[in-house]
Every structure is written in structure tokens, then in C-alpha cells.
């Protein structure tokens, strides 16, 4: 009888065993992988640049894109051959990519003429981004030392165009009086500066504002009108 409870006893125990080696030991010879990272990164998109939460991730890495255009006009983000659809001031959506590869990635507004103002910079995986970068031309200098010039520009808007008595003036008071001799509601954007009043047809107001010496960027708010052609750049001289 005892010599029966013995055996009982240390089949028990060799059970007991092979559970545990199910439970600590991996089948076969395959090894445990580490799940890929995902994380979140902000993106608003405005007139006319990119800012981003976070430009650089590791290799692996599944990035959601929360973007939100915080602009006036339409705005979109492409990078890594996938594309947000046209977002209207205050959409949101995302975008996400899976990122495999080390490199840099390029992303830029695919509307026509925001890259170029713009609207682009570059995304790192594995490696760090480079810095963004301004177009030559489309900075805006809002510090300095304000001239003692006072100067009047008109500004005449038409489908789809500005008409400037003059685009390049000196440093100090500049007065700007503008008319929409257009058929379709316009506005007179000074970028950084003052962003004129929507203008119905025949409307016209005037507002004045104290320029340092730099270039400066002027466009249509209305939607799709920058696109179009109504935009450009003053240059203000010391």
C-alpha cells in the first residue's frame, strides 16, 4: 500500500514539473519580439509652415499624424506616399504611417504654390531632422529698428490678382488703402503684420502699420485664392 502512495506521489511531482516547463519554457526554439513603438505626433499646418510635436523617431515606429490646419486657407500633409485629404480652417484629421526604413522623409502641402511658400521640411527615422528652412523671399521680419518714412500704397483686388502702386518701399509708417474692384470677396493679408477686413465688391478700407526694414508676404485669406495667384512680397529698405 505505501509503496503504491510513493508512485502516486512522484507522478504527481513530474506533472507538476511539465506544467511549469509549458509555463517558463518558450516552445521550440523561438524567441519573444518587441512590439513596435506608436506614438502620436501634432501637426498644424498654417500660412505658410509646418509645426510638429516631434521630428525625429526610431526605426519601427508607427506614427500617428494629428493634423490640424490652423490657417485660413486650405492646407494638406503628405509624407511617405500618403496624403490627408484637403482640410478647411479648423478641420482635423490623421494620418498614420508605419515607418520601416532609417532615412529622412520628406513632407510638404501638395497645393499648389504652399510648398514652395513654405510648406515642407523634413521627418527623421533613425536619424535626426534637419532643421526647417524659409523660402528666400517669403520671410517676414517683424522686429528692428522702424524708418521715419511715411508712405501710402494702394492696393487694388481683382480675380485673381493684386495690383500695387508700389512693392518696394522704405522703412517706417505705411498706409495702406485698398478696394476690391473684384466680383468676389477678397481681403488684403499683410502676413505676421495685420490681416485686412473681407471685402465685397466695391468695399475698400485703409489701415497703417510700422515696418523695419525685410520682406513681406501679402496674400488673400479666401480659400483657394492664394492658389490662384493672389499673393506676393513687399520689400521695405532701411
Not at 97 to 116: D, E, M, N, Q, S
Request: net charge positive; glycine share 12%; proline share 5%.
Amino acid at each position: 500500500m505505501r509503496r503504491h502512495v510513493r508512485r502516486a506521489g512522484v507522478l504527481v511531482a513530474l506533472a507538476g514539473a511539465g506544467v511549469l516547463a509549458g509555463v517558463f519554457l518558450p516552445a521550440g526554439s523561438a524567441s519573444p519580439t518587441r512590439a513596435h513603438a506608436t506614438v502620436t505626433i501634432n501637426v498644424a499646418a498654417s500660412e505658410w509652415r509646418f509645426t510638429l510635436s516631434k521630428r525625429t523617431v526610431p526605426v519601427g515606429t508607427t506614427v500617428i499624424f494629428k493634423v490640424t490646419n490652423k490657417g485660413k486657407i486650405g492646407h494638406d500633409f503628405q509624407i511617405a506616399g500618403k496624403k490627408t485629404k484637403l482640410l478647411n480652417p479648423g478641420q482635423s484629421t490623421t494620418l498614420t504611417v508605419k515607418f520601416l526604413k532609417k532615412g529622412k522623409f520628406p513632407y510638404i502641402c501638395t497645393v499648389t504654390g504652399h510648398a514652395r511658400l513654405g510648406m515642407q521640411g523634413v521627418f527623421g527615422v533613425g536619424v535626426t531632422a534637419p532643421p526647417t528652412t524659409t523660402p528666400t523671399g517669403t520671410t517676414t521680419t517683424t522686429t528692428g529698428t522702424v524708418g521715419n518714412a511715411q508712405t501710402t500704397v494702394t492696393v487694388n483686388m481683382v480675380e485673381y490678382s493684386f495690383q500695387l502702386s508700389q512693392t518696394t518701399i522704405p522703412s517706417g509708417q505705411v498706409t495702406f488703402v485698398i478696394k476690391n474692384s473684384g466680383a468676389e470677396v477678397h481681403n488684403f493679408d499683410l502676413n505676421g503684420q495685420h490681416s485686412g477686413a473681407l471685402l465685397s465688391p466695391g468695399a475698400t478700407e485703409t489701415w497703417t502699420v510700422s515696418l523695419p526694414a525685410g520682406q513681406y508676404l501679402y496674400t488673400c485669406d479666401v480659400p483657394f485664392h492664394v492658389d490662384r495667384g493672389m499673393t506676393g512680397v513687399i520689400t521695405v529698405t532701411p
